[in-house]
């Protein structure tokens, strides 16, 4: 095989591999949120150590995606498409490691709140939102894998529908606190929860802008879609919800 031709075969298989680590990344992570649900719904701590434990394995495979990233930029310097394909296996690998961390988060208040009886109204209300999310971040993976621009950007403009979710989450959490102090502890942490489930949809709609750049080199024209209306609220709460930093 001539040099060149080898040269070339070596870098494709390089691109590959990338894309076939965000692949198993994605795969990860979308287990981590199922598992942290269904953790959180049935108060099953050990369920809940399993998905801790599996935040570290992320950890581990989007640093060493970064660093494999990096060095193929090194290598080869990339030009155009290439290059998009690389930061932005970068950017998702993130993205992906951040969805990682917020099903840790949730996993961790199982203990907290296990104790506690939820209203079956909320803990239904829970699980249609982790759904959504899960729903938008599948799709987005799919797109990424197909190249398929087209339908992230549709994946992105449902975020307003999970951001309307969690706000009208949040005023039955409210309700509950404020109708009985009794039940502050179990709703103030079902509300982390619950932010924490917003902001996968989040990071999974950044994860569609993401495969738009890839494809066209630019980023979506229209602003981002935003349907979370709980910055607005006047109520008391007892305990702000996380921001974009929360817990980590």
């Known amino acids: 095989m001539p040099m060149t031709e080898h040269t070339v075969t070596s870098y494709e298989d390089e691109l590959k591999l990338i894309v076939r680590r965000i ?14 649900v269904a953790a959180l719904m049935r108060s099953d701590w050990g369920l809940a150590q399993s998905v801790v434990a599996d935040d570290m ?38 993205d992906l490691e951040r969805i990682g961390d917020l099903a840790k988060n949730i996993a961790k208040r199982v203990i907290a709140v296990h104790d506690h009886a939820h209203p079956v109204q909320l803990v239904r209300g829970i699980e249609h939102l982790s759904e959504m999310a899960l729903e938008q971040l599948k799709e987005v993976l799919d797109a990424y894998g197909e190249r398929d621009y087209e339908r992230a950007l549709a994946m992105r403009e449902n975020d307003e529908q999970i951001d309307a979710m969690y706000t009208s989450i949040f005023r039955e959490l409210l309700t509950y606190m404020m109708e009985d102090p009794r039940n502050i502890t179990s709703c103030t942490h079902l509300l982390f929860s619950a932010k924490n489930i917003e902001r996968i949809g989040d990071h999974a709609t950044n994860i569609a802008e993401t495969v738009y750049y890839i ?6 024209a229209n602003e981002r879609p935003k349907g979370d ?20």
């Open 57 to 94: 394995q992320l950890d581990d495979a989007q640093r060493a995606l970064d660093e494999r990233a990096i060095m193929t930029i090194a290598k080869r310097q990339p030009m155009a498409v290439d290059l998009r394909e690389i930061v932005g296996a970068i950017r998702i690998s993130n």
């Open 229 to 248: 209306t709980t910055a607005t609220m006047t109520q008391p709460v007892p305990n702000d919800p996380p921001t974009q930093a929360d817990e980590g």
């Open 215 to 220: 494809q066209t080199g630019k980023q979506p």
């Open 23 to 36: 692949s198993e990344m994605g795969g990860m992570a979308e287990r981590m949120v199922e598992q942290s």
